[in-house]
């Protein structure tokens, strides 16, 4: 059975990950910190997401069919894979608190003023863990069959809002110093293509596919700009007061109100984006977990997130307010090891990977020249040969072969 998922699915996730923790509070938290400079913020950290993403290609390309967690081992050993997959387990896991602290705040605003959080989490955990027990390429296609539906929604947002546009925002107001800030505050809102990495081996990519699947990535990352941009357009000095940007620039749009409930657009907008990442990062969560725990299966690791989610929600976190806390203080500290210190760990190996590449392709060039009738390069893929020179090497193989074709020939007379 194929459990590997396409290129086009890759694609679609990738634009779920990008947009749902970005289109409601960051662009208000933003401007507290730099103002519409907010804009620039997210551009560079869009900027360094790419690195890790193309990282992330190097890897994969070095390694198409190895999980990650083999390949680590390969060149770390297991006490510090286990140490890496425990950071990203933890990453993953706060990654889903606060996508489903912010949608739920505002599905609890939108839909029923009194508490409601029992109800929410009922309604939230039975279906990602479902999406974690079918597996990546079952919850990948349901995400395929609505991510035309949810797009559509997010752009028909978009459109609907510039009727309220009123001028083009002023920029480059912010101090260098408050840029830092703003840079270092909300990184944990980013860092998502970190996901790609621990299912490396279920995804098809290949070199010739790499413009289209940066296709998708831009195209999510043009729609998080533009609502960006749209958003502080409306507001402008008063973007500080509103949390949930892709329904409240709808609000606001007088020329629409004979439609009637325009938010009811931007409702299933957060509630589909904000659903299918909480599944992406369950699935993350998951997929540590067994790799920590290797002879647990993907069972356990959905009771045990069940279990840490009811009681870090409802004892560390509880509230809203809480989870932007922490997303300000140290979560974003912690999401710099887990997402740039620990992507600068897998360039270092695919780049060791490609230099073996690039030895035993040359032996095999060099060998074809004096009469080899091999493929070294296929013969031995991932084999060590640092410690032989390629004269060496080439010496050695030759001579096998002689001694094979000589012991042909004497069967042959025989």
């Known amino acids: ?3 590997t998922i396409s290129l086009r699915q890759t694609g679609m996730l990738c634009v779920m990950m990008i947009l749902a923790n970005k289109i409601l509070l960051l662009p208000s938290l933003l401007y507290k910190t730099v103002k519409t400079d907010g804009i620039f913020v997210v551009i560079t950290l869009f900027l360094i997401d790419l690195l890790v993403l193309g990282t992330f290609i190097k890897l994969k390309l070095a390694y198409p069919d190895q999980k990650l967690r083999d390949v680590l081992e390969k060149h770390i050993g297991k006490i510090a894979t286990k140490i890496i997959y ?6 993953f896991l706060f990654k889903v608190f606060l996508t489903f602290s912010i949608a739920f705040m505002y599905l609890k605003q939108q839909v029923y003023q009194d508490e409601f959080t029992i109800i929410a989490i009922i309604a939230v955990l039975p279906v990602i863990n479902h999406a974690v027990l079918s597996g990546l390429r079952t919850f990948s296609r349901t995400i395929e069959l609505f991510y035309y539906i949810a797009i559509g929604f997010f752009m028909t947002c978009l459109i609907i809002a510039l009727g309220s546009f009123k001028q083009t925002p002023s920029f480059f107001v912010a101090q260098p110093g408050d840029f830092g800030l703003a840079l270092i505050k909300n990184v944990f809102s980013f860092g998502d293509y970190i996901f790609l990495f621990l299912v490396m081996d279920k995804i ?3 070199k010739k596919d790499i413009k289209k699947f940066l296709k998708f990535v831009f195209f999510g990352i043009f729609l998080v700009i533009a609502l960006f941009f749209i958003y502080y357009s409306i507001y402008q000095v008063t ?9 409240d620039i709808l609000t606001i749009t ?4 004979a439609i009637g409930r325009l938010d009811i657009v931007a409702m299933v907008t957060i509630m589909l984006l904000s659903l299918f990442q909480m599944m992406i990062f369950h699935y993350a969560f998951s997929e540590c977990f067994v ?9 356990f690791s959905v009771v045990v997130f069940d279990v840490l989610f009811l ?11 809480v989870m932007v806390t922490y997303v300000e203080t140290w979560l974003p500290y912690f999401a710099m090891v887990a997402d740039y210190l620990i992507a600068i760990i897998f360039f270092i190996i695919s780049c060791i990977k490609n230099e073996k590449s690039q030895k035993n392709r040359k032996i095999t060039e060099k060998m074809q020249e004096k009469g080899y009738k091999g493929d070294y390069l296929t013969e031995n893929e991932g084999e060590e040969t640092s410690e032989k020179s ?3 090497t080439i010496e050695i193989v030759l001579g096998n072969q002689v001694k094979r074709e000589e012991k042909e020939n004497s069967g042959v007379k025989n």
Not at 86 to 91: E, K, P, Q, R
Not at 239 to 247: D, G, L, P, W
């Open 390 to 392: 390629v004269v060496e």
């Open 1 to 3: 059975m194929n459990r």
């Open 204 to 206: 098809e990519l290949e």
């Open 311 to 321: 009681v870090v929600y409802f004892i560390l976190i509880g509230r809203y307010e």
């Open 291 to 299: 790799s920590i725990f290797t002879k647990l299966n993907k069972i």
């Open 254 to 257: 007088v020329e629409f109100n």
């Open 239 to 247: 973007s500080f007061m509103h949390n949930y940007a892709i329904a």
């Open 86 to 91: 425990t950071i990203f387990l933890v990453f």
